[in-house]
């Protein structure tokens, strides 16, 4: 069900419904814990897909979640934007581009007009722009495009988690090597004062070890004879 619910959702992973995902909100519905009218991009067209495939009733657009509009897009005012790389922190889908103390621009094909950047901008540079006359909601995004968010969205991710595992690694590499002649790295002498420092270390790098590790996964109970 949540599969199916995610894949009628338009993947601008806007978090206007409340999660902080598309998939999230998809599973939320697929439980029974959200409604089916908290998607703004999806507008009406959106609430009856989604009403057909979980099989409960269409309702309106709850307005606490947003309105139904022509699809946006980011602008960013080159003239003011001081080159913060927040807004490219910001966007899920990786569609602004532009390096710390540079101009940034955003890629026009691949905006969904989530405006998460917005908020993020310190200088009030990024405004939306409407950009599909009076076509809302589905008739103003494909299929073709929603899935391509997707996809932008899913490696995104994968990137962050895969620099946050690297940098860990080099972290716990570095306090390792440290910890091999601790009385060099540290200057300390005194051997209490040295041992306490090592009894420290040890144990955030025991935890650091802990929080890389995925989450044990439960076991099926065993059937009974």
């Known amino acids: ?4 619910l995610d894949a009628a959702l338009p993947q601008t992973q806007c978090t206007r419904c409340g999660y902080p995902d598309c998939r ?3 599973e939320a519905m697929a439980e029974g814990q959200a409604d089916i009218n908290r998607c703004p991009p999806g507008g009406t067209e959106g609430i009856e897909r989604l009403a057909k495939i979980s099989g409960r009733p269409v309702l309106p657009l709850d307005p606490h979640h947003g309105h139904e509009g022509p699809r946006q897009l980011a ?17 899920p889908v990786d569609c602004i581009v532009g390096a710390s103390k540079l101009m940034h621009t955003i890629i026009n094909a691949q905006c969904t007009g989530c405006e998460l950047c917005v908020p993020a901008c310190p200088v009030d540079c990024i405004s939306m722009k409407p950009v599909t006359g009076s076509l809302t909601g589905w008739q103003a995004w494909s299929p073709a495009q929603a899935e391509e968010a997707r996809e932008r969205y899913v490696f995104r991710t994968a990137r962050l988690q895969r620099d946050k595992r690297e940098n860990d690694e080099r972290l716990a590499a570095k306090a390792q090597a440290k910890l091999a002649d601790l009385a060099a790295a540290s ?13 420290v270390v040890e144990a955030a790098l025991k935890r650091a070890a802990a929080q890389r590790q995925p989450p044990a996964t439960p076991e099926e109970p065993a059937d009974e004879a």
Do not use: Q, S
Request: hydrophobic share 50%; glycine share 6%; proline share 3%.
């Open 1 to 4: 069900m949540a599969d199916l």
């Open 24 to 26: 999230a909100y998809a």
């Open 75 to 91: 602008v960013i005012d080159e003239a003011w934007c001081i080159g913060c790389t927040l807004c490219i922190k910001a966007c």
């Open 187 to 199: 200057g300390i002498t005194d051997p209490d004062a040295l041992a306490a420092k090592r009894a």
